[in-house]
Each structure stands twice: as structure tokens, then as C-alpha cells.
């Protein structure tokens, strides 16, 4: 079985251009997440989706950062425009249930010149 | 105060020794604990889930304690390869926003 694929692995773009990161969750897992690491600091949440719905966005930085789930299956992160903080490994996880174990994809690597 | 607090590293030991990791949490609401580890420049993986009874898996053994708000991990017997930065894990109340402790590095050396 497949676990959470996530597209691009990495990502470098320059200050004020638009990039989307995209994740692939475990089939038939309901619960998507979506972290960020920033150098140097622990792993941040940024929001939860349950199937298409957003059920916890509280961790997104800010309006620039746009998070979808059409349909419940992939979801896409957008950051638009981007600025050079938001530099950083951008992780997404799946899960079976609401509090069950999650699991990661590889990360986007992003870098903003 | 952080909502996760792990010890800080890095703990260097020799192979075959056993090493304890502890980790305490903030919300009294939390409903889920979980150990996962990450390599350098990996994503984070599962390695246990923690229950109040405790749970062992081989040669690790994951303890909560829910009226401490503390969880532990140790591991017997050390490896090389588990070598690794291991990271406490909480869902929040109602499994809501994931907090991560920023992570104890371990070393196990020849």
C-alpha cells in the first residue's frame, strides 16, 4: 500500500512568487495534516482537514497560506505570495481516525530567495 | 511554557546501554500520545503509541502517566541505529491540533 506522497520534494522559488505544494494521503484515510519545520525549530501544525472539511486551521501562519481538500482525497497548500520566512519543510500526515496515529510523507522542501 | 517539554540532548551512549527519554505535556485535556523518531533530513516516523497501561514493543517501552502529564520512553539494549532525534507527539483535546516536543537527540556510539 501506498503511504502520503507529497509533490515537489523541493521547492525553490523567489520572494513574491506563488508556489503549491501538493500531498496524497494514505487511501481511506478521512484525516489530513499539514506541519511545517522551520530551521532550527520544532514541528509546527498547521491544520487539519477532516475528508473535505477543515477542521482545525488555528497553526496557519497567516492569509497568504491556503490550504484545499476538494473532493477529500489530495489536499494542495498554496503560499501566495510566498516571503522568505516561509522558508522551511512543509510535512503532511494521514490518518485512519480523528486522535489515531499519523503518518508523514517525505516533506516539501522549500526555499524562498 | 511550552505545551510539550522533552529533555534536551543529546544523550550519548554506548551500545547496549538503556536510556530513559521523559516528556510532559501542558493540556490536561490531551487524548492521544504517541514516540516517533526522525532521522536527519526524514520525515518524522511512527514508533509507539503511549497508553496509560503502558505499552513495550521489542525493546522499547512507553509509559503515560495522565496525573503527572508525563510520558517516558525507554530503550533497552541500544543500537547504532537507533540513533535518531525522538520526538513526543500530543493531540490536543478532541484530537485537535498536533503538538510536537522539539526533540531529544540520541547518539549510540561503537
Known sequence: ?113 | RKEVEQDPGPFNVPEGATVAFNCTYSNSASQSFFWYRQDCRKEPKLLMSVYSSGNEDGRFTAQLNRASQYISLLIRDSKLSDSATYLCVVNGAGGFKTIFGAGTRLFVKA
Open chain 1, 1 to 113: 500500500e501506498a503511504g502520503v506522497t507529497q509533490f515537489p520534494s523541493h521547492s525553490v522559488i523567489e520572494k513574491g512568487q506563488t508556489v503549491t505544494l501538493r500531498c496524497d494521503p494514505i487511501s481511506g484515510h478521512d484525516n489530513l495534516y499539514w506541519y511545517r519545520r522551520v530551521m532550527g525549530k520544532e514541528i509546527k501544525f498547521l491544520l487539519h482537514f477532516v475528508k473535505e472539511s477543515k477542521q482545525d486551521e488555528s497553526g496557519m501562519p497567516n492569509n497568504r497560506f491556503l490550504a484545499e481538500r476538494t473532493g477529500g482525497t489530495y489536499s494542495t497548500l498554496k503560499v501566495q505570495p510566498a516571503e522568505l520566512e516561509d522558508s522551511g519543510v512543509y510535512f503532511c500526515a494521514s490518518s485512519l481516525r480523528t486522535e489515531g496515529s499519523q503518518y508523514f510523507g517525505a516533506g516539501t522542501r522549500l526555499s524562498v530567495l
